[in-house]
Structure formats: structure tokens, C-alpha cells
């Protein structure tokens, strides 16, 4: 089993930066990929970036050249650095990981709150 905390959203305003992190505890070795999710009022939840082990990353479009995510493996933690921030990024952003072997699955965090006003 895999968990996963996420922590740094917040109400900002458009155009700075922010920061998400996304700590993955219990069997945290066998992930094979994380990526961060968001979900907009009235909307489907959406890709916004993942990192696949190995060292590829995909983002979403609208995110391109503004999100960047990382991995720090030695903390279990993923990042997601959200800079240019726009009113449609508003958004609860969740954290997920895929496990591979022994931790077969598909986890989720509980999200955060991005709310960036005009």
C-alpha cells in the first residue's frame, strides 16, 4: 500500500508562482510513475503532468512551459512548481502513483486547493 500527502496549495493571485508537494509513504519503492491530477468545479478530472521513472515526463498543454514537475526519490516527494499561474488553473490538485509488483495499483491523495483570482 502506498500513501500519499499532498500539501501547498492556495489562494493566489494570477500571474506568481506555486509550489505542491505530494509525500508518498508505506511501500513507496514500488511506484513505478507519479503524476498530478486536477479537478475544476463542474469538470473531469485532468492530467496535468506525470513522471515516469526513467526520466520522461508529459505535461497537458495548457500547462506547458509554466508547470514543471519533479521527483525527488531519496524523499519519496513530487513536486509540481506552478509558475504564471492563470483564474483556469483554479482547481483541487491531486497526487497520484502507480505501483508496479507487490503494491499493484492505482493511489490517489486527498488533493489541495488552488484557487488563483484575477
Known amino acids: 500500500q502506498v500513501q500519499l500527502v499532498e500539501s501547498g496549495g492556495g489562494l493566489v493571485q494570477a500571474g506568481v508562482s506555486l509550489r505542491l508537494s505530494c509525500a508518498a509513504s508505506g511501500d513507496s519503492k514500488c511506484i513505478a510513475s507519479m503524476g498530478w491530477y486536477r479537478q475544476a468545479p463542474g469538470k473531469e478530472r485532468e492530467l496535468v503532468a506525470r513522471?515516469?521513472?526513467?526520466?520522461?515526463?508529459n505535461y497537458a498543454d495548457s500547462v506547458k512551459g509554466r508547470f514543471t514537475i519533479s521527483r525527488d526519490t531519496a524523499k519519496n516527494t513530487l513536486y509540481l512548481q506552478m509558475n504564471s499561474l492563470k483564474t483556469e488553473d483554479t482547481a483541487v490538485y491531486y497526487c497520484?502513483?502507480?505501483?508496479?509488483?507487490?503494491?499493484?495499483?492505482?493511489?490517489w491523495g486527498q488533493g489541495t486547493q488552488v484557487t488563483v483570482s484575477s
Open positions: 513522471d515516469i521513472s526513467g526520466g520522461s515526463t
Open positions: 497520484n502513483a502507480e505501483g508496479g509488483g507487490a503494491c499493484y495499483g492505482d493511489y
